[in-house]
């Protein structure tokens, strides 16, 4: 009796650890497809920049190209030396903006949130106010963004891209859930020891919530990287890259030259930085997708 309840245990164990394993294929395949599925657009992106004019316009189209040149992204060199302002303040314009935008943004969002989650104050229902503001579309925030920029006189200046990034609600949003998970108990004990809440802040309260800052590091640098400031910014040497990229795109269509492997060239450029930050911080983008939800 007492082998045949072994046997029957040992029976079960099997079963489960074979229902086990059958699952986590099921899912793992699935988590490939969907990720796949995912990335094909910058798959194909990058292959049609790197694709000839003939197959860019093969019917039907191919997923893969079959003669690789790099003739694309020497035109958009040549075309973009023929600007009125060097491709390469273009550039700087971009990362200073991009850089100057995010860290606003984090350390702007970081010092709200650390008051509002870690001590009781009677303006509780600005957050409540905030939630509220992620409903919204941006698209609708415009026409009041515009009128703030021109009475405080931004308009035409590189704070047109910054002033408005760093109110983000999202980043709001995100540092207060995360720094609810830190113990009141650290904050409490260095300040015993005689710590101010500034130092509190930055070498207790920061570090332990730095999955949460480096994933809004990523969601602000791509929002500001890719922004648009049509009827903001008039002045060329304080426009973009995406604008030199749209410029390019209209010289050629002045010259009747529809050299879509070029557009295709200029958007690989662009994604290429967030995707480099991305990269460097995914591991800590995970796991804040894994824990926001989880309050201390």
């Known amino acids: 009796m007492a082998r045949l309840g072994i046997r029957r245990s040992q029976d079960r164990r099997r079963r489960r650890s074979n229902r086990r394993w059958y699952g986590n294929a099921a899912i793992y395949s699935m988590l490939c497809f969907l990720g796949l599925f ?3 657009p910058i798959l194909y992106s990058g292959m049609n920049a790197f694709k000839p004019l003939d197959e860019l316009y093969r019917f039907p189209p191919r997923f893969f190209v079959q003669r690789p040149t790099g003739t694309n992204f020497f035109l958009l060199h040549k075309l973009s030396s023929n600007l009125w302002v060097p491709f390469s303040r273009y550039l700087f314009n971009s990362v200073f903006v991009a850089m100057a935008a995010t860290v606003g943004h984090v350390v702007i969002a970081s010092m709200a949130a650390y008051p509002l989650a870690k001590f009781r104050l009677p303006v509780k229902w600005l957050f409540d106010l905030v ?3 992620l409903l919204f579309n941006g698209v609708a925030l ?3 963004q515009y009128v703030i920029l021109a009475q405080t006189g931004m308009i035409n200046t590189f704070f047109a891209y910054i002033v408005p990034g760093l109110a983000a609600p999202i980043g709001l949003f995100l540092m207060k859930q995360f720094m609810e998970q830190v113990p009141f108990t650290l904050i409490e004990s260095a300040m ?10 930055w070498q207790i309260v920061m570090p332990q919530v730095k999955p949460a800052w480096l994933t809004l590091t990523v969601f602000s640098f791509q929002s500001v990287w890719n922004q648009q400031a049509y009827g903001i910014v008039f002045d060329e040497q304080r426009k973009l890259l995406n604008n030199a990229i749209e410029s390019i795109g209209s010289v050629m269509s002045g010259q009747f030259q529809a050299r879509l492997g070029v557009a295709m060239a200029g958007a690989v450029i662009l994604m290429i930085p967030p995707i480099l930050v991305f990269v460097l911080t995914q591991d800590k983008v995970i796991e804040t997708m894994a ?3 989880i309050k201390g």
Request: hydrophobic share 50%; charged share 15%.
């Open 38 to 40: 995912m990335i094909l």
């Open 131 to 133: 939630v509220m503001t």
């Open 142 to 144: 415009w026409i009041p």
């Open 192 to 201: 015993i020891d005689g710590a101010k809440h500034t130092r509190v802040f």
């Open 291 to 293: 824990h926001s939800g």
